[in-house]
């Protein structure tokens, strides 16, 4: 991930009179590219096994589950139905139909809203 990205979101979160050391970009920057290795050679490890090339979106919720990021998966769920829905991309939510990650059900966007709402 570029440096100028990190300290973006870095800053975001900061007062604005904060400062950040340059070796705390560069540490957040190594931890950061490790993540990212990390979550994507299990998704790809699980690609492999069903011989396919391409890892998807999908996998990558799959392999952060797999590996005990469970608090990041309903929040990235929804972030990607909102994507696929500005984009007009509703290839594995076709109809509005639950995407599943290795037999566990991922709730479209507008299910998990009447869900959260409560019963009159």
Known sequence: MPIANMI???????????????????ISQECVSEYISFITSEANK??????????????????MNKLG??????PLTLLLHRYRELEGNHRSSIHGKPLQLGGAEVLPLQLIKHRSTPAP
């Open 8 to 26: 973006h979101i870095m800053c975001r979160v900061l007062p604005a009179h904060a400062n950040i050391a340059d070796d705390a970009k560069e």
């Open 69 to 74: 990021f469970d608090d990041y998966i309903e």
């Open 46 to 63: 699980r690609c492999q096994c069903e011989q396919r090339k391409a890892v998807t979106p999908e996998d990558m919720l799959w392999a």
